[in-house]
């Protein structure tokens, strides 16, 4: 609901993925012309674009309304499907690739995974990553501040860990629908000023407007534009032979 009621803003506020990370991609057979690829949780389609723009036939799935608009919209090289991925219905082994761009960590994961890897054909692969924002092996002036906002935040909410990665490549891996390939990262920088950082934390589901407002002024206090940390941690995993895998 968070996502919809700013589905607009979403993919403006939103910091682009690494180039590297699509390269990657392509150089592991996950993307390319022709691919037939299954995006988990496409949202305003920030990584959708990316997608067709490879050549690769796109279905993507989108359980917000707005978003599912929005995405057909910007994205109409791609066949958009509003569903959650738990209820989606496509023909088995029909496709060849599976993406899920910071979305994975919605999923049930106990029917996401060996749904997908129904919808793969044999050794097709699946390619989960995420966007770290405020990257935890760095620290800054701003950041502290921005620490400092989540640090009174009142019993019960707790602070969110910085550079949370979940899934894991294990809770991936877990049933042997999935084998490991392989887990790349990346780290960058972006300069954000106060509008900007106020336009991105306001897509973070877990802040409220009040500590949206307290890390624009942070940015305020730390010269009216930042160096903002950014990490993308990709996990490469091929579908399991269907005789390994566990139901």
Request: hydrophobic content about 45%; charged content about 20%; some cysteine.
């Amino acid at each position: 609901m968070h996502f919809e009621r700013m589905a607009e803003d979403y993919a403006a506020a939103r910091p682009p993925y690494p180039e590297a990370l699509f390269e990657e991609l392509t150089r592991a057979g996950v993307l390319g012309a022709g691919v037939r690829v299954l995006e988990v949780g496409a949202g305003a389609g920030l990584a959708t674009a990316a997608l067709v723009a490879a050549g690769c036939e796109v279905t993507a799935v989108e359980p917000g309304r707005r978003l599912a608009t929005l995405l057909s919209q910007s994205v109409p090289g791609a066949t958009v499907v509003n569903s959650r991925l738990e209820d989606v219905e496509l023909p088995g082994a029909s496709i060849d690739s599976a993406v899920a761009a910071t979305s994975m960590h919605w999923v049930d994961l106990a029917v996401g995974l060996p749904l997908l890897h129904g919808l793969l054909r044999p050794g097709g692969r699946l390619a989960v990553w995420r966007m770290v924002f405020g990257d935890p092996s760095v620290r800054s002036p701003f950041r502290e501040l921005v620490d400092e906002v989540v640090a009174r935040r009142p019993a019960g909410r707790g602070p969110a860990p910085r550079g949370d990665l979940r899934p894991t490549m294990d809770e991936l891996a877990a049933g042997g629908w999935f084998e490991p390939l392989g887990t790349t990262w990346w780290r960058w920088t972006a300069e954000l000023s106060s509008e900007r950082v106020r336009r991105l934390f306001a897509t973070f589901s877990d802040w409220s407007p009040e500590e949206v407002e307290a890390a624009a002024q942070a940015a305020d206090t730390c010269g009216g534009t930042v160096t903002e940390h950014f990490g993308t941690v990709l996990h490469l995993l091929r579908a399991a032979p269907r005789a390994s895998a566990v139901s």
